[in-house]
């Protein structure tokens, strides 16, 4: 029994619906996104029709069919705690901070791996070109696989694919660290992203399901902070486990499997289930069970929602926004590359340090601090980045997001650079580390703009967006890897670097145009246009109230 139909024991239903009533979902279909569709009662049965555009609108009709066959919608109490919004805050800081450690693990995951490339090579027999294709699967199946498995939220729960996934996920460590070859070791890792991306990539719709818009500040921040500072502490603790000889690559997967395994065991009671559709239906299910009256019915259940269609629009709208709406496509160039240098620099670092400083693999873990160092930097500066946005959004809308991503674009190619030009054995050690934190601070700026601006720019379409440069995120980090050490022996370390740091120097003034001419280009937009137009009408009817208001206010 899930947790979140307890409070069912206790119903008294004489006191619950007895006259029939319909769940209104508000102007987005339920097949559109993957987002929490608010719920408000009209106490009158409706018809539903379609307009000459498709779309579906209800209106008040007289009941005529007899009582005892009568639908009866289930819905929310105002307040109810049962409702996902407002669940106590306890229990939401719990989940969103379980939630977050999924993340957590599954991004310690991805980096932790290349620590263990000098034993696992020398185990396996392999190249460490082979070991580092491995690193690369591991994008592959975090990029590709949530396109398919993110619809079935909208079916099953979110809470079904936390658990499920996560235990794919922790056989899989299984699988690489009982590996007798490279082969069985690079397929292992494909699945472990494909089972860590379903996780990890439901994070942001848990948050945007349990928190108020004006509330999701801080749990974004959060999350922001462990999607980047993973990619530091996996290999902070994988690299002290590599110098043991007793221990090596092997148990750098038993010992995640181990902390792994703690979120896994956790989830049934902690990470209730938040998507409201979902949790209706279940209370439907009960009160049917409970009264043997077949016409409690929950809203959904009678949408007649197709998993095939859900599953095609999530592998095809993404691309398609991706590949058609400019906001999306500049935002992927630039987040895309920077995600690649990002996993570049992963695989770079020990090369790096032990090459020109003679780190042992320890002290290259410790590197990785620098990893986790930036995030705690970008969260900081994050609030400059909220006060600039209250402060200027009423005059410049959506665009007020991008005030630190202009900031970014500049750090990013003089970060590239001090990494490039320190990379000398004269040059004290620190020097490079500094390059790297910078580095990442940029990335954590670009990362919490790209979420928080397609977020306001495409409102139901958000989650399609996302997916898009997401998917344009993890083709890079599958690909920046394969090709990083032969760039690196063919124009050594300065200039290998200076080559990103150009890039991002071309890339940088994607955050300025979208600043200066964002709303044109929006408004030339089929799917952000929609919701401009839907902010602007907003707008006008709370103009009009608060001038009836005020005449009002007059005339007494």
């Not at 996902?84 to 939630?99: D, E, N, S």
């Not at 082979?130 to 690369?136: H, V, Y």
């Not at 990470?271 to 959904?300: F, M, N, P």
């Not at 900081?380 to 809308?397: A, D, M, S």
Request: hydrophobic content about 45%.
């Amino acid at each position: 029994m899930s947790r979140a139909d307890e409070a069912l024991h206790d119903i008294d239903l004489s006191e619950r619906v007895i006259t029939p009533t319909v769940v209104h979902f508000g102007p987005s279909s339920p097949i559109s996104e993957h987002t929490t569709p608010q719920l408000t009662v009209m106490e009158t049965e409706t018809q539903v029709e379609q307009d000459k555009d498709g779309n579906s609108k209800e209106k008040g009709i007289q009941a005529t069919e007899d009582e005892s066959t009568k639908t009866i919608y289930v819905e929310f109490e105002p307040k109810d705690p049962r409702d996902p919004m407002y669940f106590p805050k306890r229990k939401k800081w719990g989940i969103t901070l379980l939630a977050c450690f999924s993340t957590l693990v599954a991004s310690s995951t991805a980096s932790g791996y290349n620590l263990g490339f000098p034993s696992m090579t020398r185990d396996l027999n392999a190249t460490e070109f082979q070991a580092t294709q491995g690193l690369s699967m591991y994008a592959l199946g975090f990029g590709i696989v949530p396109l398919v498995t993110a619809s079935f939220s909208e079916e099953f729960g979110r809470q079904p694919l936390y658990f499920w996934s996560g235990i794919g996920f922790l056989i899989m460590y299984i699988m690489v660290g009982l590996a007798q070859n490279i082969q069985t070791v690079i397929i292992g890792r494909f699945l472990q992203g494909a089972f860590g991306s379903t996780a990890a990539t439901m994070v942001g719709g848990t948050i945007a399901d349990i928190w108020a818009p004006a509330e999701r500040g801080l749990p974004m921040s959060i999350f922001s902070i462990v999607a980047l500072a993973g990619n530091g502490f996996g290999p902070l603790i994988a690299g002290w486990i590599e110098l043991n000889p007793r221990l090596q690559w092997r148990w750098i997967q038993w010992i995640q499997l181990i902390y792994a395994g703690t979120y896994v065991i956790l989830i049934p009671f902690i990470l209730h289930e938040t998507r409201s559709t979902i949790v209706i239906t279940k209370i439907a299910q009960r009160l049917r069970k409970k009264t043997g009256d077949k016409r409690y019915r929950a809203r959904v259940e009678d949408e007649g929602v197709n998993l095939k269609k859900l599953i095609w629009i999530s592998c095809t709208r993404p691309v398609w926004l991706m590949i058609s709406e400019p906001i999306v496509a500049s935002f992927s160039l630039w987040f895309g590359f920077a995600w690649g240098v990002n996993y570049c620099m992963i695989e770079s670092i020990g090369t790096v340090f032990t090459t020109l400083h003679d780190f042992n693999s320890g002290q290259v873990g410790l590197v990785f601090l620098s990893m986790i160092v930036a995030p705690m930097l970008g969260f900081g500066t994050n609030f400059i980045q909220e006060h600039l946005y209250k402060k200027y959004f009423p005059t410049r809308g959506p665009e007020a997001r991008l005030y630190l991503a202009m900031v970014a674009g500049v750090i990013l190619p003089s970060a590239m650079f001090i990494y490039a030009w320190t990379a000398f054995p004269r040059i004290h050690w620190i020097a490079p580390i500094i390059g790297i934190t910078v580095f990442i601070w940029g990335i954590f700026m670009i990362y919490t703009a790209v979420f928080s601006y397609l977020a306001d720019c495409y409102g139901p379409f958000a989650s399609s967006a996302l997916a898009g440069q997401s998917l344009a995120r993890n083709i890079t980090a599958l690909s920046f890897p394969l090709f990083t050490q032969q760039m690196y022996r063919q124009l050594g370390f300065p200039w290998a670097n200076t080559l990103f740091a150009f890039i991002a120097l071309l890339l940088m003034p994607i955050p300025f145009v979208l600043f200066r001419w964002g709303p044109a280009i929006r408004r030339g937009s089929k799917f952000s246009r929609l919701v401009m137009e839907a902010d602007e009408a907003k707008a006008a009817e709370e103009a009009k109230r608060a001038k009836e208001k005020a005449e009002l206010t007059s005339e007494v």
